[in-house]
């Protein structure tokens, strides 16, 4: 029977580490899971070492854009109510007619280049938030994208989509409708009656496609789960692809009108100054 393989002087056997190298702990079987303490000390002191600071929270805009909806106006019901609001703290608010050229002639790049105009006329130093509701919701995220000065939006039903779903509920033979004929009628409710708007809207339209933009402001949306005009899943699959974009899903439909106060509410808490200023009461 053969006795203790032999170690040559000067050399160490290939199974022990050579002095002061480190070794491999054999785990505690008393206690499983017990970590070592070194071990322990050395992840607390790395993670310590790595934890970043979180950024401070933007400055609240100094100025403010309400972009209403398509066959709307500058005097829709959730435009007065917010220009209430913002009269109460203060704060300027435009509400500009994008119902141009005209509605028959609308476009999204006449209403874009309407948008523009507004903000060039804004003080040098304003920074800019931007509320917009359904189609408004849509152009707010192209101003963002064209603007600088724009650092914050809240998108009530965005208009996401606006031509790779069912457009105002016209459906295949109504969009073929149109194409043919040039221009449909639809209920505008700003003059609740009927008009006509081009077929330019569409091939305009055709060039946007929100989901190209790379947006890193703070984006709100609130969309109702009664919407049967825009559907909310194009919200909320928005909001999931993007870390910056917080989505409040609420019981209400495309008008969102039965939660004016409480989108409010959301809007002040975010923007409301920390020091100073208005207090908002």
Excluded at 13 to 36: C, E, K, M, V
Excluded at 77 to 94: E, G, S, T, W
Excluded at 236 to 261: F, G, M
């Amino acid at each position: 029977m053969q006795g203790p393989r032999q170690v040559p002087p000067g050399r160490r056997s290939l199974h022990r580490p050579p002095p002061g190298a480190r070794q491999a702990r054999t785990p505690d079987r008393r206690f499983p899971g017990r970590r070592d303490a070194r071990r322990e000390a050395w992840w607390s002191s790395r993670q310590k070492t790595e934890k970043r600071p979180l950024p401070a929270p933007p400055a609240p805009p100094t100025h403010w854009l309400y972009l209403h909806g398509f066959g709307s106006s500058p005097h829709s019901q959730k435009a007065r109510f917010f220009q209430q609001r913002f009269d109460a703290v203060n704060l300027p608010l435009v509400v500009p007619d994008l119902n141009v050229p005209s509605f028959e002639r609308l476009t999204i790049s006449s209403a874009l280049q309407a948008i523009g105009e507004v903000i060039a006329a804004l003080p040098g130093d304003a920074t800019i938030g931007i509320i917009g509701s359904s189609l408004g919701g849509l152009l707010a995220l192209f101003a963002a994208d064209r603007h600088p000065q724009v650092r914050r939006l809240l998108l009530m039903a965005p208009a996401l989509g606006l031509f790779r779903s069912n457009f105002v509920g016209l459906g295949q033979m109504g969009m073929r409708k149109w194409e043919r004929m040039g221009y449909v009628e639809v209920y505008h409710y700003g003059t609740d009656s009927m008009r006509r708007i081009s077929y330019d809207f569409v091939q305009d339209a055709r060039q946007y496609d929100e989901g190209r933009l790379n947006l890193t402001i703070p984006i709100s949306i609130v969309h109702g789960s009664r919407d049967e005009t825009v559907d909310p899943r194009l919200s909320i699959l928005y909001a999931k692809r993007r870390p910056n974009v917080r989505l409040h899903l609420v019981d209400d439909d495309h008008a969102l009108i039965a939660s004016c106060t409480q989108i409010w509410e959301w809007l002040w808490r975010d923007i409301r100054p920390t020091q100073g200023g208005e207090s908002g009461k």
